[in-house]
């Protein structure tokens, strides 16, 4: 346990000093979701309807921006090649890495979602089903995040690859995310929803380790 | 402990780096890794760390421990010194303690004396102050094979000392070392490679 403390301790001390903590990732989102009401003018019964989605876009685009240095800045330096000799599997180090990630964006921007809607003038009523969606649903985000990060790790200036890599994989999250928080369809689909991004999540913490830490090992090769 | 290998060849971009190497390094000592740039020395370092496969072969530590890798037995040191800007050199050191699995602080900044650094930010260690952060993990967690990539770059003749009595330390103590190196390092080694020469027959 300790070998895991020490990694999640100092990945966030790192992201603390050097910038890419949780105070980047919440500027980031609050200037996206300020320029949407901007573009589209101040309707308001219009912004309360597309809020949620634009809420999970804003989401999607802050995880993605601090993606790219999950791992670079360790492989760069040879960190992530002392880690492998570690006492930790290199799986472990990935979720443990992809988890110190969600502490510093998805976990601040799903709290602060809320009062960010207001801006856009969400239904109060969503607030909650909101915050639990987006909860889940970033587990899942900074895990494919770290994933594409993996894939592109040798990559300089790999930050737009990950992108049209990891976009695609997004859409579920999104979709499942939106359902569970729009508060739009006849019947009550929030609560399935909320489970389908349980499942994602899920499903992405006991794959993205492996294909991850493979991507890692191929690169050190 | 014992850590030996079999015709062992490595390849790099498709050229046979070296090919049909064997060596055997017995616990207590020291085998120097010779030959000019190019030569495979650091390949033939990080291949015993498992970073790479031998293209023929095999490497192996007799006598280790059957749950732990090769290189979960090794420390390796190498040009990328695996040291944060962003942290203080206590802070570097105490995260490699809790990642390995436990270590002496104390001994570390004893063993390279870091003792007045201990504060100092890595950002503003200067490439030798840096080198000897990267080396001070040698004494911070014990562990059976040490593998260095041309330890000595960098360091000042009191560093070059104290490196010198942690590798006999090491000896000593029934470990192993390989080190790659183009000056001397003042400890006596028991076998030597010349990379160099066997890379020409291979070519």
């Known amino acids: 346990m300790t070998v895991l403390a020490a990694l999640v301790r100092r990945d966030l001390t790192l992201a603390l000093r050097q910038g890419t903590g949780a105070g980047t990732a919440l500027g980031f989102f609050l200037t996206v979701l300020v320029l949407i009401p901007l573009g589209i003018g101040p309707d308001q019964a219009l912004l309360q309807r597309i809020a949620p989605g634009a809420l999970w876009i804003a989401l999607l685009l802050s995880v993605l921006l601090s993606s790219d240095r999950i791992f670079q800045a360790d492989f760069e330096d040879g960190s992530l090649e002392l880690m492998t000799m570690g006492p930790a599997a290199m799986e472990i180090v990935v979720t443990m890495k992809g988890l110190a990630h969600w502490l510093t964006t998805g976990l601040p921007l799903a709290i602060a979602a809320p009062l960010l809607g207001f801006l856009l003038n969400l239904d109060a009523a969503l607030i909650g089903p909101l915050v639990l969606a987006m909860g889940l649903g970033s587990v899942a985000l900074s895990l494919l995040a770290s994933l594409g990060a993996a894939v592109t790790v040798g990559i300089r200036r790999g930050g737009l690859l990950v992108s049209l890599i990891i976009l695609p994989l997004y859409v579920p999250v999104v979709i499942f995310g939106v359902a569970a928080s729009s508060g739009i369809g006849g019947v009550n689909i929030a609560g399935p929803s909320l489970m389908i991004l349980a499942a994602i999540a899920l499903v992405a913490l006991v794959t993205v380790p492996f294909a991850a830490a493979a991507a890692l090992r191929a690169y050190m090769h | ?203």
């Open chain 2, 1 to 203: 402990m014992k850590l030996v290998a079999d015709n062992l060849a490595c390849e790099r971009g498709g050229r046979n780096v070296f090919t049909g190497l064997d060596f055997a390094v017995e616990a207590g000592g020291l085998l120097l890794l010779r030959g000019p740039n190019g030569a495979g020395k650091t390949s033939l370092l990080r291949l015993i760390a498992g970073f790479a496969e031998p293209a023929a072969g095999t490497v192996k530590l007799e006598g280790g421990h059957a749950d732990l890798t090769l290189g979960q037995h090794c420390h390796l040191v190498q040009h990328q010194d695996a040291v944060k800007s962003a942290l203080t050199v206590e802070e570097n050191l105490s995260f490699w303690a809790g990642f390995l699995g436990g270590g002496d602080i104390e001994a570390a900044v004893a063993a390279l004396a870091l003792d007045r650094l201990r504060t100092t930010s890595a950002a503003y260690l200067s490439a030798g102050q840096r080198r000897r952060l990267s080396l001070s993990r040698l004494a911070l967690v014990p562990r059976p094979v040490w593998l260095l990539d041309e330890p000595s770059v960098g360091l000042d003749a009191a560093s070059l000392e104290r490196l010198k009595g942690l590798i006999r330390d090491q000896l000593a103590g029934g470990g192993l070392v390989v080190a790659s190196t183009h000056v001397e390092i003042g400890v006596p080694a028991t076998a030597e490679i010349d990379l160099g020469a066997i890379g020409r027959q291979a070519a």
